[in-house]
């Protein structure tokens, strides 16, 4: 072998042997960006998809102090403080004012809060969202993701590993709930959960003023899901997401429930 041909192969080795062995140093490329923005009949929409069958999804209401996050922030730095990164966060469903969950909460299969099982008020205005019927839980267990009345997760009484009470359900079945009024002037931000029928979890939240019929119709006819879940509106709702610069605050003081997709660390 001539003396040229077999220096340059043991550059060559040489060179993918110490690419091997490189340590990593923190440079790795960003991940894809889970969430979009997207128009529908004119209003301005977030919509972040998850594969719920192998994304990281966590529920975050509570630190290590056992103080309430809050702020999307505070999450962000406590995954950041495990080796890992925050893609995506939401808040998850209404709350209290100490930020307690106002229904189900189940944190690493654990129900920190249970069933809300209360009669809706009786008031002389129109009835608080999360008692306008039916509610209705998301939850991931074994199986996969779920968004059901409240009715029929008691019926079935499966072993969650993470849920969120809220309501209204505002898809069920592939048809729209009829409490929702055409036109309804009742307009506001708004953010939901949908399960897709290829099983694609769409979390979404208006940019623009909404009603809850229109909102429905996108979980619906443009994001085809079969079920979906309305967790809050107005000023309550939010968003984090580096990637679209988005790290909202809520108008009085935090949120209570917040859904997150974390990245796990690479070796």
Known sequence: M???????????????????QAPDDGSRPAPTNPCTRQTFEGIAYVVCSVDAAKADLRLFWKDAAGTPYRLFSGVAEA????????????????????????GLYVED???????????????????????????????????????????????????????????PMLVMEGKINPIFILGSTDRTRRNGVGLASDGTLRFVISEDSVNFHDFARFFRDELNCENALFLDGGNGTGLYNPALGRNDTSWHGGYGPILGLVEEKRD
Do not use: C
């Open 2 to 20: 001539p003396r040229t041909l077999f220096a340059l192969i043991l550059l060559l080795a040489g060179t993918l042997a110490a690419r091997a």
């Open 79 to 102: 995954v950041t403080g495990q080796g890992h990164r925050l893609l995506f966060a939401m808040n998850a469903g209404m709350y209290r004012e100490d930020f307690t969950p106002m």
């Open 109 to 167: 299969g654990e129900a920190l809060i249970p069933v809300n099982r209360e009669a809706p008020p009786k008031v002389s205005g129109p009835v608080p969202n999360f008692f306008k019927q039916p509610n209705g839980i998301f939850y991931l267990d074994d199986a996969g993701a779920h968004i059901i009345p409240t009715a029929d997760f008691l019926k079935q009484g499966p072993k969650a590993r993470l849920a969120t009470q809220s309501g």
